[in-house]
């Protein structure tokens, strides 16, 4: 019976995680964007009635309200994608020799190693993703630091 028990509590734990939870932050992503876009309409709406000679190309462009990801710039998102891989790395090396060794037992030593070099897999990717990605958008890169020095130097 606990055998069942502990299968059920199991298998509730990885449906919750792997299934339920992912549908739940994209239901709440996609509800959050159509509110933005019914905001933004109501706007443009009662901005056509008072005014019915105005552009609506125009006044969307201003109405254009930057979300909270488009705040940063594409070399603070690369710099977080490094930061994540020289995480993730550094805790994948941890885990794996901790397990290899027998210092840390949590779970069986498998289990241990295998995350370890998964997580490492993971972090070293983040980490050449990052380098690749500078080397592609460096041009992008500098376009946006100069636009940046420009609106400062206006302001």
Same mark, same amino acid.
């Given at each position: 019976?606990?055998?069942?028990?502990? =299968? +059920?509590?199991?298998?509730?734990?990885?449906?919750?995680?792997?299934?339920?939870?992912?549908?739940?932050?994209?239901?709440?992503?996609?509800?959050?964007?159509?509110?933005?876009?019914?905001?933004?309409?109501?706007?443009?709406?009662?901005?056509?009635?008072?005014?019915?000679?105005?552009?609506? *190309?125009?006044?969307?462009?201003? +109405?254009?309200?930057? #979300?909270?990801?488009?705040?940063?710039?594409?070399?603070?998102?690369?710099?977080?994608? +490094?930061?994540?891989?020289?995480?993730?790395?550094?805790?994948?090396?941890?885990?794996?020799?901790?397990? +290899?060794?027998?210092?840390?037992?949590?779970?069986?030593?498998?289990?241990? =190693?295998?995350?370890? *070099?998964?997580?490492?897999?993971?972090?070293?990717?983040?980490?050449?993703?990052?380098?690749? #990605?500078?080397?592609?958008?460096?041009?992008?890169?500098?376009?946006?630091?100069?636009?940046?020095?420009?609106?400062?130097? #206006?302001?």
């Amino acid at each position: 019976m606990e055998e069942i028990i502990d =299968v +059920l509590a199991v298998v509730l734990v990885i449906g919750g995680v792997c299934i339920a939870l992912p549908l739940v932050i994209l239901l709440l992503t996609n509800k959050r964007k159509n509110h933005e876009i019914d905001k933004k309409t109501e706007i443009l709406m009662a901005l056509l009635e008072k005014n019915p000679d105005l552009d609506p *190309g125009e006044v969307l462009d201003k +109405l254009d309200m930057p #979300s909270e990801d488009g705040k940063k710039s594409l070399k603070e998102k690369l710099l977080e994608k +490094l930061l994540g891989g020289c995480i993730c790395t550094l805790i994948g090396i941890v885990l794996f020799f901790t397990h +290899l060794f027998g210092f840390v037992f949590l779970g069986d030593k498998t289990t241990g =190693v295998v995350g370890g *070099g998964v997580l490492t897999a993971v972090g070293i990717a983040l980490i050449i993703h990052y380098f690749v #990605s500078k080397k592609m958008l460096q041009s992008e890169i500098a376009t946006e630091e100069k636009r940046i020095t420009e609106q400062q130097i #206006s302001e």
